[in-house]
């Protein structure tokens, strides 16, 4: 798995949703069913699926909030009924794999990023971009946000 270190922008046009962190692998896909519903009303968009994720911060904290949508070029004029746009500089911690394997993905890439003595910053979203593969299997890219 090849890990990296650097900055990346997003902007986003997406649907906000919040529930219990244990309920987002059911929660965060039937959003994203709703979003790509309305893929016709978000003009500028790349095709790019995005997820931004409110980092757990301990065991504690139970309920989070998350943002599934669309990557677009430019900031809207208008952005469509009831989703949000959000803007996004930040340094992260990235790694990529199929889909299949996200979990080990995410403890490698912490994993890593504190060896090389990184802190994750819990104040920012992780992200998750998804992009389809030939085989029919989907690849995530994901950016832990670190300082």
């Given at each position: 798995?090849?890990?990296?270190?650097g900055?990346?922008k997003?902007?986003v046009?997406?649907?906000?949703?919040r529930?219990?962190?244990e309920?987002h692998?059911v929660e965060?896909?039937?959003?994203?069913?709703?979003?790509?519903?309305?893929t016709?009303?978000?003009g500028?968009?790349?095709?790019?699926e995005?997820?931004?994720?409110?980092p757990?911060?301990?065991v504690?904290?139970?309920?989070?909030h998350?943002?599934?949508?669309?990557?677009?070029r430019?900031?809207?004029?208008?952005v469509?009924a009831?989703?949000?746009?959000i803007d996004?500089d930040?340094q992260?911690?990235?790694?990529r794999?199929?889909?299949?394997?996200?979990?080990?993905?995410h403890?490698?890439l912490?994993?890593?990023?504190?060896?090389?003595?990184?802190?994750?910053?819990?104040?920012s979203y992780?992200?998750?971009?998804?992009?389809?593969?030939d085989?029919?299997?989907?690849?995530?890219?994901?950016?832990?946000?670190?300082?």
């Amino acid at each position: 798995m090849d890990f990296q270190i650097g900055r990346k922008k997003f902007k986003v046009v997406g649907l906000k949703g919040r529930g219990y962190f244990e309920n987002h692998g059911v929660e965060v896909p039937a959003l994203a069913q709703q979003l790509l519903s309305r893929t016709h009303e978000i003009g500028n968009h790349l095709g790019i699926e995005i997820a931004l994720y409110e980092p757990k911060r301990d065991v504690g904290h139970r309920q989070g909030h998350y943002i599934v949508g669309l990557i677009v070029r430019d900031f809207l004029k208008t952005v469509p009924a009831g989703m949000e746009f959000i803007d996004i500089d930040q340094q992260y911690a990235t790694a990529r794999g199929k889909i299949s394997t996200i979990g080990s993905i995410h403890t490698n890439l912490i994993n890593w990023a504190n060896v090389q003595g990184y802190t994750r910053n819990l104040e920012s979203y992780i992200v998750e971009t998804y992009h389809p593969m030939d085989d029919g299997e989907e690849e995530v890219q994901i950016y832990l946000p670190v300082y």
